[in-house]
């Protein structure tokens, strides 16, 4: 059974830092791709950033430079982090982990598509304001 919960959000000022993680347990996913995803209010959820199983990295035109992904293994347990620099208030947003599907083999992660990913966490709250 897969297991994502996020913590660290919170409100934070403009130019302002925060970092993210998420307590992974994954079983059979372990080895597929994670990524944070986000969503502000009436918009739709967003890919931030995708971290593969050898630690190859792909952001999103709007974070790229300013945040930051990483995971400390590819074993069941894990955690994945996001590292979020320069916060400006478009950062706003409810943020979550995500693990790729998985069929004979993990499938791959998309930025630009939430179905891609099989198995979402609750989600955690970053607010960018002064």
């Known amino acids: 059974q897969v297991r994502l919960a996020e913590n660290g959000g919170g409100s934070v000022q403009p130019g302002g830092s925060l970092t993210l993680s998420c307590a992974a347990s994954l079983g059979p996913y372990s080895r597929c791709q994670m990524a944070w995803f986000r969503q502000a209010p009436g918009k739709e959820r967003e890919g931030v950033a995708i971290?593969?199983?050898?630690?190859?990295?792909?952001?999103s035109d709007s974070v790229k430079g300013r945040f930051t992904i990483s995971r400390d293994s590819i074993s069941a347990e894990s955690t994945l982090s996001l590292q979020m620099n320069s916060l400006n208030t478009e950062d706003t947003g409810m943020y979550y982990c995500?693990?790729?599907?998985?069929?004979?083999?993990?499938?791959?992660?998309?930025?630009?598509?939430?179905?891609?990913?099989?198995?979402w966490g609750q989600g955690t709250q970053v607010t960018v304001a002064s």
């Open positions: 995500g693990v790729a599907r998985r069929y004979f083999a993990c499938a791959v992660l998309d930025l630009r598509d939430p179905a891609s990913v099989a198995h």
């Open positions: 971290i593969d199983r050898d630690g190859k990295t792909t952001y």
